[in-house]
């Protein structure tokens, strides 16, 4: 694989890491990220989120909700989504502290206000390297079903960019109107430097 990506979603623990496992799996140089000031992950109510600092293992988060009720996270998903993060890596990253991880040719966020935060959080380095990065932004529901299929169509679009290699930038506004069109999906992207 010719390039390094980055996946980034708001907490590092569904979207990004779907996406992370599944192209680490394919053999990408892949990493993954949250934007968020901390992890969130579904409490028994909306109002009653289980929230962790980034950096907390994942094991601790799957250690401690299992011991709150472990019938309640298995039914919701989410014993399985941390066992799954346990085998990818050991805690959830924030994209605005990635800085000592070098850097990335292709990031992909999914949420816009994810992508804007990573855009904008890029513009704000200082940009040593000035070295292009080119930033898609998939949007994916933030649950399990999603996550999957998103995880799937990140793939495709990472395989077609890594076929078009040297010339990706000049390529790219055609790969994304027949990834739209084939999929259906509509996609927001930026090159950037840094």
């Not at 924030?94 to 070098?102: L, M």
């Not at 513009?123 to 932004?137: A, E, F, G, S």
Request: proline share 4%; net charge negative; glycine share 4%.
């Amino acid at each position: 694989m010719k390039f390094r990506y980055a996946m980034v979603c708001s907490s590092n623990q569904n979207r990004s890491m779907e996406a992370h496992f599944l192209l680490k799996r394919q053999g990408f140089d892949v990493s993954s990220y949250g934007t968020g000031t901390h992890v969130k992950l579904p409490g028994p109510s909306l109002r009653e989120p289980n929230v962790y600092d980034f950096g907390t293992p994942y094991k601790h988060m799957f250690d401690d909700l299992r011991r709150k009720d472990p019938e309640l996270y298995k039914r919701n998903g989410i014993l399985p989504m941390l066992k799954r993060n346990l085998t990818v890596k050991l805690a959830p990253q924030r994209w605005q502290e990635n800085a000592a991880d070098g850097s990335f040719d292709v990031v992909f966020t999914f949420e816009e206000k994810v992508f804007d935060m990573v855009v904008e959080d890029l513009h704000n380095r200082d940009q040593v390297l000035m070295k292009t990065v080119l930033v898609i932004n998939l949007e994916v529901k933030d649950n399990h079903e999603e996550a999957a299929v998103g995880a799937r169509l990140t793939l495709d679009l990472c395989q077609e960019i890594e076929e078009a290699a040297e010339s990706w930038e000049e390529s790219i506004d055609d790969i994304v109107a027949g990834f739209e069109k084939q999929h259906r999906r509509k996609l927001l992207y930026s090159i950037s430097f840094y």
